[in-house]
C-alpha cells in the first residue's frame, strides 16, 4: 500500500506541475511523453495505454567547475513535428523500414550565465527516444562532462535480465532477478575467466537492460548513436528503482570533453505488451544517421568458416613458438609444432569452403607477435602485415581465388588501440593487396592509452576510426571487445558485426553459458546490433581436455541460432572433421541465408523461449529457428505468413526424441513435408533444444 500511495503522489504531483508549469508532450498511437520544468529542473514521464513506464525522473548533466546543468532552466521555445518516412538498408532483417514519430524539440535557457541547452524527444509507437543538444554558443564552447543525472525512475519493482556495469567487458552470464535485489559484487568476483573486469559500482547494470513488469509491460532500456561519447550504465537504486544514467568515465577521471555544437547520444526506451514488439522493434536504427557510405555495392553479407575453434578446445595454438624469446642459433623462432595458421592447414579450410559453398575462411594466429600478446600491457606487440613464416600469404591468395574463396583478415590489438592506429593504414592497405574484403578485429586485455576503457569516449571514437578507414578500404569489419551496438550499422554499414557480448567460445574454455543464455541475448545485447556469436557447434561433448566442458544447447538448437541469433557475417564455427560427420544436418548451414526481405517475430518471452521465421533476400525461401532454455516445450508454428495458395517443402531439422543438452545433445532428427500458409508445425524442444526449418517453393 506504502509503495502504490507513493506512485499515486508522484503521479498527482507530476499532473500539478503540469497544470503549473505548461507541460509539453508528444504521443504516438499508445505511447506518451510527457516534458516539465520542475522548479527550473527540466523532468519526462513515460506512458504507455496509459499506465507508467518512467515516473517523473530528472534530466541534466553535471559539468566540471561545478558548472550544473540540472537546473534554473526556463523553457525559451518549443516545436513539434510528425515524421513519416520509409528506408531500405543496405543489409538487414527487412529490406523496409518504417521511420514514423512524433517529435518535440524542448529550447531551455539559463540566465546566469547565459547558456542554452536543448532536449530532442522522438516519441514512436513502440517507445521513446531523447537526446540533448548544446547549440553553438558563447557562454559554452569547450567544456566537460562529469556526470550524467538522466534517471529512469521505474513504476515497480520489475523482473530483470542484467550483467554488471563493466568498463571493459560484456561478457557476463546474465541474472535474472528482481530490480531491488540487483547487486553485481557476487557475479563480478566470480568471473575470473574474463581476462579484464572493472566494475566499481556494486549496483551498476549494462545496457541494453530488459525488463518486465507484473501486468505484462516489456520495456527495454538502451542507447542509439553512440559517437564521441562514454557508453551509458545504469546506476541502480534497490529502494526506489530509479535508474540513474552512469556514464565510463576516462583516464582522467572525468566522463566527456565536448565541443559545442554537440548532440548526445540518443537514450531509448522501447516498451509493449507484446515481447514479440521488443524485438521487432527498429527505434534504435531509426534514430541513427543514414549511411555515409554512398557505394556500397562492395558490402555484401557472408558465411565463413575459420582456423578459430580448433585453437580454442586447444588443439592447436595461436603462438608459433612457445616463448617469444626462444630462438635458434641463427635468431629465429623456434616452432611449437602446434601453430594452426599454417599454410596446409589453411588450405585445408579452404577446401571444405569451396566444397560446401561457404563464401569465406577466417585465420587467427597468422601474423607474427602472439608470443606474448597479452597479459603484459604491452604497446608494441603485433605486426598486421608480417606473417609466421609457415603461413605463406601468397600461396594462400593465390589457392583461395582459385577456389572462389574469400580470405577474412584477422587484427587482433590486445588492447593496444594505440599501435592499431599507427599502423591502420598499412594494415588496410595490405588487406587490399591481398583480396581480404572483410576483418575481424579483436581488443582483449586492458586498453593503450592506459587508463582508457573499452568503453569510454576516447575508444569509442577509436572504433569508429576503424570503421571508416575500413570503409576507406572497402573492407568489412567484425569487431571483437568493443563497446557494445547501437544501431551504428545503419550510418556505417560496412560495421557489420561486433561480439560485444558473451558468445559461444565461452563453453569451449570455461563452464560455458546456460541453456536459457540464447533466449536473453536477442532482448539485451541483440537490441543495439548484429552478433558474432559463432554458432553451428557439431560436435557437443568430448572436445575438450577437460571433461566437464560441454555446449549447453543441442545440435538442433546450434541450426536454430542462424536465426534467432542474428549476424550478417556468420560463422559456422565447428572444425571441418565435425560437420563431415553429419552433412545431413550441415546442409541447414550451407541453405541458410544472411541477408533478409522480412522477419516475423513469432513467439518469444525473455529467458524461456524465441521463435523467428526469416525471408531470404530477393527470394521466396524461408528460414524458421526456435530455441527454449533449460525447460523442454511445444511449440506451434503458423506458416500464414507464406504466399497464400503456393505449395513448399519444408524440412525440419528437429531434436531427436531423446535429446537433452545434457546427456544427449548430438541426438536430432530430420523429416520433409509439403506445407501451405494453412499449416500448424507442431514441434517438440527438447530441455536446451531448438529446431531449424527451412521452407522453399515447390
Known amino acids: 500500500m506504502k509503495k502504490i500511495f507513493t506512485l499515486l503522489l508522484s503521479l498527482f504531483t507530476f499532473n500539478h506541475l503540469i497544470a503549473q508549469n505548461n507541460s509539453l508532450s508528444a504521443s504516438m498511437d499508445k505511447v506518451k511523453l510527457e516534458f516539465v520544468l520542475n522548479n527550473g529542473k527540466p523532468e519526462y514521464a513515460v506512458f504507455y495505454g496509459g499506465k507508467p513506464v518512467i515516473k517523473p525522473s530528472e534530466m541534466g548533466f553535471k559539468l566540471a567547475d561545478d558548472a550544473s546543468f540540472t537546473g534554473n532552466f526556463s523553457v525559451s521555445s518549443s516545436e513539434t513535428k510528425t515524421v513519416d518516412t520509409t528506408w531500405s538498408p543496405v543489409w538487414g532483417e527487412v529490406n523496409r523500414i518504417r521511420n514514423h514519430y512524433q517529435q518535440l524539440t524542448v529550447h531551455l535557457t539559463q540566465k546566469t550565465p547565459a547558456r542554452a541547452m536543448d532536449i530532442i524527444f522522438r516519441v514512436f509507437a513502440d517507445g521513446v527516444g531523447f537526446r540533448y543538444v548544446f547549440p553553438k554558443q558563447h557562454n559554452l564552447q569547450y567544456f566537460v562532462i562529469t556526470d550524467e543525472t538522466t534517471q529512469f525512475a521505474l513504476a515497480g519493482d520489475y523482473k530483470t535480465f542484467w550483467i554488471p556495469g563493466d568498463y571493459d567487458t560484456n561478457e557476463y552470464p546474465y541474472t535474472t532477478s528482481r530490480i531491488s535485489e540487483i547487486d553485481n559484487r557476487q557475479m563480478v568476483k566470480n568471473s575470473t575467466e574474463i581476462a579484464i573486469r572493472i566494475a566499481p559500482d556494486a549496483h551498476a547494470v549494462q545496457t541494453p537492460l530488459?525488463?518486465?513488469?507484473?501486468?505484462?509491460?516489456?520495456?527495454?532500456?538502451?542507447?542509439?548513436?553512440?559517437?564521441?561519447?562514454?557508453?551509458?550504465?545504469?546506476?541502480?537504486?534497490?529502494?526506489?528503482?530509479?535508474?540513474?544514467?552512469?556514464?565510463?568515465?576516462?583516464?582522467?577521471?572525468?566522463?566527456?570533453?565536448?565541443?559545442?555544437?554537440?548532440?548526445?547520444?540518443?537514450?531509448?526506451?522501447?516498451?509493449?505488451?507484446?515481447?514479440?514488439?521488443?524485438?521487432?522493434?527498429?527505434?534504435?536504427?531509426?534514430?541513427?544517421?543514414?549511411?555515409?557510405?554512398?557505394?556500397?555495392?562492395?558490402?555484401?553479407?557472408?558465411?565463413?568458416?575459420?582456423?578459430?575453434?580448433?585453437?580454442?578446445?586447444?588443439?592447436?595454438?595461436?603462438?608459433?613458438?612457445?616463448?617469444?624469446?626462444?630462438?635458434?642459433?641463427?635468431?629465429?623462432?623456434?616452432?611449437?609444432?602446434?601453430?594452426?595458421?599454417?599454410?596446409?592447414?589453411?588450405?585445408?579450410?579452404?577446401?571444405?569452403?569451396?566444397?560446401?559453398?561457404i563464401p569465406g575462411v577466417l585465420v587467427e594466429g597468422w601474423n607474427i607477435g602472439w608470443e606474448d600478446w597479452f597479459g603484459f600491457w604491452k604497446e608494441n606487440v603485433f605486426s598486421f602485415v608480417t606473417p609466421y613464416p609457415d603461413f605463406n600469404i601468397d600461396e594462400i591468395t593465390r589457392y583461395a581465388a582459385a577456389k572462389g574463396v574469400k580470405m577474412i583478415m584477422h587484427n587482433e590489438t590486445s588492447g593496444s588501440a594505440t599501435d592499431y592506429e599507427r599502423q591502420l593504414d598499412t594494415a588496410y592497405k595490405y588487406m587490399n593487396k591481398y583480396g581480404y574484403t572483410a576483418v575481424k578485429t579483436g581488443y582483449v586485455g586492458k586498453i593503450i592509452p592506459r587508463g582508457e576503457h573499452h568503453d569510454g569516449q576516447w575508444m569509442v571514437n577509436h572504433y569508429l576510426r576503424v570503421a571508416q578507414k575500413a570503409a576507406e578500404h572497402h573492407v568489412m569489419l567484425d569487431a571483437h571487445e568493443p563497446v557494445r551496438p547501437t544501431g551504428l550499422q545503419r550510418t556505417y554499414p560496412n560495421w557489420m558485426a561486433s561480439e560485444a557480448g558473451r558468445g559461444n567460445e565461452y563453453n569451449a574454455f570455461t563452464i560455458g553459458s546456460p541453456p536459457e543464455h540464447e533466449t536473453i541475448m536477442p532482448f539485451t545485447r541483440l537490441m543495439g546490433g548484429p552478433m558474432d556469436y559463432t554458432p553451428g557447434i557439431f560436435k557437443l561433448k568430448n572436445y575438450s581436455s577437460d571433461p566437464n566442458r560441454q555446449m549447453h544447447t543441442t545440435l538442433a538448437k546450434q541450426l536454430a541460432l542462424y536465426i534467432t541469433m542474428y549476424s550478417p557475417l556468420q560463422m559456422a564455427a565447428d572444425i571441418p572433421e565435425n560437420y563431415e560427420k553429419h552433412p545431413d544436418a550441415f546442409q541447414f548451414i550451407k541453405d541458410v541465408a544472411t541477408d533478409w526481405d522480412d522477419t516475423k517475430i513469432l513467439e518469444a518471452e525473455p529467458g524461456d523461449y524465441i521463435t523467428i521465421a526469416r525471408k531470404e533476400k530477393n527470394s521466396n525461401n524461408w528460414f524458421i529457428g526456435a530455441i527454449t532454455d533449460e525447460n523442454s516445450r511445444n511449440s506451434t508454428i503458423l506458416l500464414n505468413f507464406l504466399d497464400k495458395g503456393k505449395k513448399y517443402t519444408a524440412t525440419v531439422y528437429a531434436d531427436g526424441a531423446d535429446a537433452d543438452w545434457k546427456s544427449n545433445p548430438e541426438s536430432y532428427q530430420i523429416k520433409k513435408m509439403t506445407v501451405t500458409s494453412a499449416t500448424k508445425l507442431n514441434l517438440k524442444l527438447a530441455k536446451g533444444g531448438g529446431a531449424a526449418i527451412s521452407i522453399k517453393p515447390m
Open 210 to 357: 530488459m525488463m518486465k513488469t507484473a501486468d505484462g509491460l516489456y520495456i527495454n532500456i538502451h542507447e542509439a548513436a553512440l559517437v564521441d561519447f562514454p557508453a551509458m550504465q545504469l546506476h541502480v537504486d534497490n529502494s526506489s528503482y530509479k535508474l540513474t544514467a552512469s556514464l565510463v568515465p576516462n583516464a582522467v577521471g572525468t566522463k566527456a570533453f565536448v565541443h559545442a555544437p554537440f548532440s548526445t547520444p540518443w537514450r531509448t526506451i522501447v516498451v509493449s505488451d507484446k515481447a514479440t514488439d521488443i524485438l521487432a522493434s527498429k527505434l534504435i536504427l531509426n534514430l541513427n544517421e543514414p549511411s555515409k557510405i554512398k557505394n556500397t555495392s562492395w558490402i555484401k553479407p557472408m558465411k565463413f568458416v575459420g582456423v578459430w575453434w580448433e585453437m580454442q578446445t586447444g588443439k592447436g595454438t595461436w603462438i608459433y613458438s612457445n616463448y617469444p624469446d626462444s630462438l635458434s642459433a641463427d635468431g629465429k623462432l623456434i616452432p611449437n609444432g602446434m601453430h594452426s595458421a599454417n599454410t596446409a592447414n589453411v588450405k585445408h579450410y579452404i577446401d571444405f569452403a569451396a566444397k560446401n559453398s
